[in-house]
């Protein structure tokens, strides 16, 4: 029996949202499933926001322009969650978050 070495295509075919994962099919036949809590834009964003995602990075990638989320497929592939938001980060967003509310 012989098997044909097929070039690997990385680039992204579709996405999928269950309640808890997020399923990119990829070109070449596979999906990539990871848990979305990984991600934690895409874990509170809405139905609607989840479902506006745009294909980016010549095919290696995807973006969602409403909650300025961007991932890889070479991230995917990797296992690899968001990194953790600093303490710092987490503090200027939430005096941003202030200041846009005080009058």
Known sequence: MSFSAS??????LGVEFSNDALSVSLRDGRVITVPL???PR????TV?????WKVAGGGYGLHWPDIDEDLSTEGLLRGAPAPKASTTDL?????ARRSSHSI
């Open 91 to 95: 503090r200027t967003k939430s005096r």
């Open 42 to 45: 895409l874990l509170n964003a």
């Open 37 to 39: 809590v990984w991600y």
């Open 48 to 52: 609607a926001q989840r479902k506006n």
């Open 7 to 12: 070039a690997a295509d990385e680039r992204v």
